[in-house]
């Protein structure tokens, strides 16, 4: 297998999205595809398999190739069984094709080779073992082994995973997964690992998984802008070799701005002093000769001028260095609160799906969360995370157990899936600015907003101006993310209630939320899968479930 790309660049009307993309990947490499949330990763995928054409450039690739998305989007009535005999044709296709070349073959004038050459795919697909392959993968990543589920009746995270199961047992020569661990526990990461380092072909994963990085990727690109402009490729494999990298590049670009900003304000502060000489300083006694006056002008004029060239000519155009996390100062209590009591309090909870099911039952527990507390919450999927989360911010109606909440305490909540625009709804044609300051308004005429503390969206280095200027919808499912965190931080909150925080986010913005989290004086509870966050925060009091 080898894939190509030279000067690939692609881009909506008005709004350029990847530019100068030179890769290539062959046989067992691993690309890691890095970058911050609407740096075109998704897009990058999208050209590789052939779903995009690109505005300029090639892409060259030969052999079979398998997509992943973040969202499958199931036709109506489409079952998990239709996923699997999808991919168990393909395999059986390859099959029946061997086993009538065979039967056919002619022993004294027959192609040998071409008959090699399909016992050689066949062999390296494994199309004997298709069946039990597709169990296996369905059975390791926690997917639905049901084959009469409608898909539609399944969450993004399970239809992810039986998509994910069907791709890895198709042994596609060129696999394309984008961010493939958001919505899988430690179990189905570590086969999702063997079988990646185990993939005969090539891999290009996008991800914010820092471990899966450091396991997987043999090499990284970066598409955050660089300070000339293009992507880098940073070619040693390793997750902490690439932040180490980075973080000297971003220190010397940062550095260099400074000093050309300085530059600029001494330019501006020379030409003020020179043009304001025109008519002060040059100016002669007066009775002085008209024309005397006038040479001194145009000589004063031209030294200003040469002064604007000399300055110019040394200046170096240095773009403006990527955003960083303003987090904000969020308060650990309020006026008259007692610093012993919790600031919500959840018992014996259990709670009860529509269908009978129980989500969560944790009989004889109290989970207590006192001011600037922390929680880390754990457990394989299935186990009720995010129902214990939902049960603490109140969003889930207990079956049993009571929750107490301090009078007055503020909430900032961000779910796993986060509260993406439908079409048709409210937030369908809002910007981000309309939809912050809807929600402001709705926080305060619930009383849970106090106006002196409202934090500012575009000041968090979440989203830039032009982004929150956008229509919601038009937003990547990391941007919608990075607004998801905006809006839990609206109202400055005194607990925060993070669940799977670095789903979709880039590993930038990770790293530095997870340094604010530690430090700041709010309360906060994380439920996560990932295992790098995990060991960050390993010193928190930790709930598990399962």
């Not at 690739?61 to 036709?75: C, F, K, N, Y």
């Not at 912050?436 to 106090?450: I, K, Q, S, T, V």
């Not at 913005?509 to 604010?516: K, M, N």
Request: net charge negative; proline share 6%; glycine share 10%.
């Amino acid at each position: 297998m080898h894939l190509t790309t030279t000067d690939l660049a692609f881009g909506y009307p008005g709004r350029p999205v990847l530019s100068g993309m030179d890769l290539r990947v062959s046989d067992g490499v691993r690309l890691g595809v890095v970058g911050e949330n609407g740096s075109g990763k998704s897009t990058l995928l999208g050209l590789l398999a052939g779903r995009l054409v690109p505005s300029s450039g090639e892409v060259r690739r030969t052999g079979t190739v398998a997509l992943v998305e973040q969202e499958l989007d199931a036709a109506a009535g489409t079952t998990v069984g239709d996923l699997v005999h999808g991919t168990l044709a393909g395999l059986r296709e390859t099959a029946a094709r061997l086993d009538a070349a065979a039967a056919d073959f002619d022993h004294e004038g027959g192609d040998l080779g071409e008959l090699a050459d399909l016992l050689t795919r066949s062999e390296h697909l494994a199309v004997w073992d298709a069946d039990r392959r597709v169990d296996v993968a369905l059975t390791r990543l926690g997917a639905v082994r049901d084959l009469t589920r409608r898909l539609d009746t399944l969450s993004v995270g399970q239809r992810y995973r039986v998509r994910l199961a069907c791709r890895l047992a198709e042994r596609a020569d060129l696999l394309l997964l984008d961010e493939p661990t958001n919505h899988l526990d430690d179990g189905a990461i570590e086969f999702l690992t063997g079988e990646l380092v185990a993939w005969r072909g090539g891999v290009v994963l996008v991800t914010h998984d820092r471990e899966l990085l450091d396991d997987v990727a043999t090499a990284i690109v970066d598409l955050d802008p660089s300070m000339d402009g293009k992507p880098v490729l940073y070619g040693q494999p390793g997750y902490l070799a690439y932040r180490f990298a980075k973080n000297q590049a971003l220190h010397r670009w940062r550095q260099r701005y400074r000093a050309e900003q300085q530059r600029a304000r001494v330019l501006a502060q020379r030409l003020d002093a020179s043009y304001e000489g025109l008519s002060d300083e040059w100016r002669p006694p007066k009775g002085s000769e008209k024309h005397r006056r006038a040479t001194r002008a145009r000589i004063h004029v031209k030294a200003a001028d040469r002064l604007v060239q000399k300055l110019e000519a040394e200046a170096v155009e240095v773009p403006v260095p990527p955003l960083e996390l303003a987090f904000p100062d969020l308060p650990a209590m309020s006026p008259g609160w007692s610093p012993g009591d919790p600031l919500v309090e959840l018992r014996s909870p259990r709670v009860v799906a529509a269908d009978g099911g129980v989500r969560l039952d944790l009989p004889g527990t109290r989970v207590a969360v006192p001011p600037s507390g922390r929680l880390l919450v754990v457990g394989p999927n299935g186990t009720g995370k995010s129902t214990f989360l939902a049960a603490l911010a109140g969003r889930a109606a207990l079956d049993r157990g009571a929750r107490t909440l301090t009078e007055g305490a503020r909430l900032g909540v961000v779910t796993q899936e986060s509260r993406a625009p439908a079409s048709g709804g409210p937030d369908d044609a809002r910007t981000g600015f309309e939809a912050y300051a809807a929600e402001a308004l709705e926080l305060l005429e619930r009383g849970e907003l106090d106006p002196d503390h409202v934090v500012p969206v575009a000041a968090l280095g979440l989203l830039s101006e032009d982004d929150l200027d956008r229509p919601l919808t038009e937003l990547s499912a990391g941007q919608r993310r990075r607004f998801e965190l905006a809006r839990a931080l609206l109202h400055a909150p005194h607990l925060l209630l993070l669940d799977e925080p670095t789903n979709h986010l880039s590993v930038d913005l990770v790293d530095e939320l997870t340094r604010a989290l530690l430090v700041t004086p709010a309360a906060v509870v994380v439920a996560t899968h990932d295992r790098r966050m995990r060991a960050d925060l390993a010193d928190w009091p930790v709930l598990e479930l399962g």
